[in-house]
């Protein structure tokens, strides 16, 4: 009799929020199949702006309690994923969300990117060992859109990750995008403006080397979306329509599938699936 090792997969992200925006229908969709997936997130997210008009005292600038705060949205949105592994880089609280490039909180001491690398690569390398993942994604050298967090996100992982079968990079792709928000410009009471073209990060799809259905996961997907209710507001109508944005009132399509780079590892199999073709 062999027993084939259950698949693992392990994502880093940079913020709590990240795992659901790039990733959350992969993740839902792997847990359902029985896989192991460990969520790593970096920072609290104690930087981030608050839509609810009634939370607005927990920003960094007044009672500096988002981070604790988001701790209870990121649990509800991994429940809502399937997610029943998720650690916080170094234990809860150890590092600081860096803020966007060239603000004040880039300085504050425990800021990630203020972070000793070294020990930030030793705590990942720590999870990656005991977990044994095969797959880990992370976000591509520029961070998916350039926050600090995300970049140091992406070489932490890239240097801890050495003894995995693949490395994805999670991007979103500039076709599916653009019919996304094609496909919102015929809906009449969105209640957020369309997005400028160029104005949300996306990967020309040549680049793309793997192609992740979420279709049957985006039930999910919008539920751990609207678990990040301090950072994300979520739109559906009765004819299954949706839609998402962040604080800055953007309308952002739900797309049918996650797309991802393959970094390290063969790309034979792994069109459709991250383990395609892993013994
Ligand atoms: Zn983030």
């Known amino acids: 009799m062999t027993l084939t090792a259950p698949p693992r997969l392990l994502l880093v992200h940079a913020h709590p929020d990240d795992e659901s925006l790039w990733t959350g229908g992969t993740i839902a969709r792997y847990s359902a199949l029985g896989a192991h997936v460990t969520v790593v997130t970096c920072t609290l997210g104690e930087e981030g702006e608050i839509i609810p008009p009634a939370l607005q005292e927990l920003t960094a600038d007044n009672a500096d309690q988002l981070g604790g705060y988001r701790v209870a949205e990121l649990r509800s949105a991994c429940a809502a994923l399937g997610v029943t592994d998720h650690r916080f880089l170094g234990g809860i609280g150890r590092w600081r969300d860096s803020g966007m490039v060239g603000v004040e ?10 972070g000793s690398f070294d020990e930030q690569v030793d705590a990942l390398s720590e999870i990656i060992s005991s977990v044994k ?14 926050h600090p967090d995300h970049i140091r996100a992406h070489q932490i992982t890239t240097a ?17 995008t653009e019919a996304g928000a094609a496909a919102l410009a015929e809906i009449p009471d969105l209640p957020w403006r369309l997005p400028a073209e160029g104005e949300l990060p996306v990967t020309d799809d040549a680049a793309i080397t793997t192609t992740i259905d979420i279709s049957e996961h985006l ?24 839609s998402y944005a962040l604080s800055n009132g953007i309308a952002q399509p739900v797309v049918q599938a996650e797309y991802y780079v393959l970094a390290k590892g063969p790309a034979e199999g792994a ?9």
């Open 105 to 114: 909180a880039n300085n504050h001491p425990r800021a990630l990117v203020n």
């Open 219 to 242: 039930v999910a997907k919008l539920r751990a979306l609207r678990a990040h209710s301090t950072q994300v507001s979520v739109w559906q109508d009765g004819a299954g329509r949706a």
């Open 133 to 146: 993942p095969q797959v880990v994604v992370t976000y591509d050298a520029f961070g998916g859109y350039g």
């Open 271 to 279: 069109e459709t699936d991250l383990f395609g073709g892993l013994d």
């Open 160 to 176: 801890a990750a050495t003894d995995v079968d693949r490395v994805f990079h999670a991007v979103t792709s500039r076709a599916a």
